[in-house]
Nanobody
Framework: VQLQASGGGLVQAGGSLRLTCVFS????????MDWFRQAPGKEREFVAG????????HYSDSAKGRFTISRDNAKNTVYLQMNSLKPEDTAVYYC????????????????????WGQGTQVTVSS
């Protein structure tokens, strides 16, 4: 499995970005997909996750109400729509794939993910 994340960039506070993660491999629809982020000097943190079917989603408190995770299983792609961006959202954002079928509510630690993308930088200016 390979993951290719894109869509990051520089945006002003209050702006929006949509991150995209393209999955290369088989049976994308069985994978739980998550987004994590890591800011300089900080630990990696969970942002959002979505089940294989797309029916279950889960968000961190900081993402709730501003970010939306979605997926298109026909395109092997997961998205993270980020609105009302804040300077504290500045980080490298990573997508990750979990084949175990765990609910995204159980994947917030980032442990046991088999595949990670290379990351895309999001910078929010004040």
């Amino acid at each position: 499995v390979q993951l290719q994340a894109s869509g990051g960039g520089l945006v002003q506070a209050g702006g929006s970005l949509r991150l995209t993660c393209v999955f290369s491999g088989r049976t994308f629809s069985v994978y739980t997909m998550d987004w994590f982020r890591q800011a300089p000097g900080k630990e990696r943190e969970f942002v959002a996750g979505i089940s294989g079917s797309g029916r279950t989603t889960h968000y961190s408190d900081s993402a709730k109400g501003r970010f939306t995770i979605s997926r298109d299983n026909a395109k092997n792609t997961v998205y993270l729509q980020m609105n009302s961006l804040k300077p504290e959202d500045t980080a490298v954002y990573y997508c990750a794939a979990d084949r175990s079928g765990r609910s995204p509510l159980l994947t917030t630690s980032g442990r046991n993910f088999g595949s990670w993308g290379q990351g895309t930088q999001v910078t929010v200016s004040s």
